[in-house]
């Protein structure tokens, strides 16, 4: 029997009627078509299925989108605000923070959750923060260095820089 | 990997979720924050035919002290018990395991009642649970019971609850004065999994181990106190070579199992390995 469904994701209201067996991911994918979150493992590990509910970082993989029901829901195409790049976004861009891009959307929203925690990590913090995300391209130094920057801007956005 | 089909309830109080196991019976299985059950669906292994989910229960998270004991709610998430200040003060020993558990998405979502129901033999709780002598507190059809953490875990993914039981929550004792804690724990390199993990709670008074209590998850097919240790502790002034000396007793009278990753010799290795630093970490934190 299929359940109803409300969620909000990135701001807009759905409605859906779901079968309650249905993964979060396989909804925001294929019934909301926000792509953008991807499939990677399937198995619970990789964080490529990564998004935010009600701020914080979870694999949608490893959930059913009944789970989400009243939940509001960004993936990484609610990053960018009026054309204009999050910090996050920035950081990858400037800091070569990708190659083939698989594993970034799921990076990024999992540092968008650890730099609201802690807005000034350590370079070891950042990478126990991201220990549930797997990159086979760029060996992590750089999605640190990405991470790195959006903090520093973050920051100095708020006002809060702090000296380095 | 999709989950067999299933017949989904959401109940909004333990009652309604008890109602619910007992029609069901065995077709039914309770979903917390899903991050054992899920997984384990998806692979197909469990295909119930029934979901009680108790996310929408209110009341079955959260931590209070009351006094010698905090209770922690079945519904308390690995990240909120790594990162409450209560728990830090009070017991620091379950904030520091909780924060080692999986990755930050899996402390976002996982629950300590789901960890504790599933018994997992590599789950770190279940270490700490039987070191610091929890409760856990269950309701089913006849009312409300309280567990031992010994008498809990019973075999692998086995407990002592009734299929119809939901665990509401979890008590540990205050740390007491002139006690320290600690778990260490050997991660597996890519499930984060504990290949052996260590909890030990240790009493110090005038320079000696008066008491200690050392619980071990991942070795054997379910946790366990490791008493030849304690007992070998007992009267010590503790340092490497009396702590090495005790520790070597870490898997005894348990049949170690092995994995692709590390034999049961391998682990009754590491098991003394972690429990000697286990030992000294938390005799060190003892004020
Ligand atoms: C990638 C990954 C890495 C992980 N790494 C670790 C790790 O390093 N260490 C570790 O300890 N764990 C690890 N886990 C497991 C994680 O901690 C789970 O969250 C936890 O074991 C189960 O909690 P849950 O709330 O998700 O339970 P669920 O998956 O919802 O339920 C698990 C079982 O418990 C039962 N249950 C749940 N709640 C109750 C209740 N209140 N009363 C009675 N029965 C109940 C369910 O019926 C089910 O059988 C990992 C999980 C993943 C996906
Ligand atoms: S696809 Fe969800 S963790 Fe890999
Ligand atoms: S950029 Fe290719 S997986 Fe990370």
């Known amino acids: ?164 | 990997m999709i989950p067999a089909a299933f017949e989904y309830f959401s109940p909004q109080s333990v009652k309604e979720a008890i109602g619910l196991l007992e029609k069901h019976g065995d077709d039914a299985k309770i979903l917390a924050g899903g991050h054992s059950l899920l997984p384990i669906m998806k692979l197909r292994l469990a295909q119930p035919k029934v979901i009680v989910d108790i996310g929408r229960i209110s009341g079955l998270s959260g931590i209070k002290a009351d006094g010698q004991k905090v209770a922690i709610g079945a519904l308390t998430t690995h990240d909120a018990i790594e990162r409450d200040a209560v728990l830090k003060e009070k017991c620091p020993l379950l904030a520091e395991t909780a924060a080692v558990i999986g990755d930050m998405q899996v402390r976002n979502r996982g629950t300590i009642g789901g960890s504790a129901a599933h018994a997992d033999p590599a789950a770190d709780y279940p270490a700490a649970l039987l070191a610091l002598g929890a409760e856990i507190v269950a309701i089913g059809p006849k009312g409300t019971r309280t567990i031992p953490a010994g008498e809990f875990f019973v075999e692998m993914l086995t407990t002592a609850l009734k299929p119809t039981e939901i665990i509401t929550e979890l008590r540990v004792p205050v740390l007491a004065r002139g006690t320290g804690a600690a778990y260490q724990k050997h991660p597996h390199p890519a499930s984060g999994y504990a290949v052996v993990g260590v909890a030990a709670v240790v009493t110090m008074s005038g320079g000696k181990c008066q008491s200690a209590a050392i619980g071990v998850t991942g070795v054997a097919g379910k946790p366990y106190r490791a008493t030849a240790v304690e007992k070998a502790l007992i009267g010590q002034s503790l340092d490497e070579t009396t702590a090495a000396k005790a520790a070597a007793h870490a898997a005894e009278g348990v049949d170690p199992q092995g994995d692709l990753y590390a034999s049961g010799q391998f682990r009754a290795h590491l098991a003394s390995v972690y429990t000697k630093r286990a030992v000294l970490l938390a005799a060190s934190r003892a004020k």
């Open chain 1, 1 to 164: 029997m299929k359940r109803a469904v409300k969620v909000t994701v990135n701001g807009k209201a759905y409605a859906h009627e779901v079968e309650p067996r249905l993964l979060l991911v396989h909804y925001i994918r294929d019934m909301l078509g926000l792509t953008g979150t991807h499939v990677g493992c399937d198995t619970s590990n990789c964080g490529a299925c990564t998004i935010l509910i009600n701020g914080r970082a979870v694999k949608s993989c490893t959930l059913l989108a009944v789970q989400a029901e009243g939940a509001s829901i960004q993936t990484v195409e609610g990053l960018a605000t009026d054309g204009k790049l999050h910090p996050i976004q920035e950081g990858f861009w400037e800091e070569h923070g990708l190659q083939c891009g698989f594993c970034t959307p799921g990076m990024m929203l999992t540092a968008v959750d650890l730099l609201q925690r802690n807005p000034d990590p350590t370079e070891e913090q950042i990478r126990m923060g991201i220990e549930g995300n797997l990159c086979r391209c760029t060996g992590y130094q750089h999605i640190v260095n990405s991470i790195q920057h959006a903090a520093r801007k973050m920051r100095g956005a708020a006002g809060r820089a702090t000296p380095r």
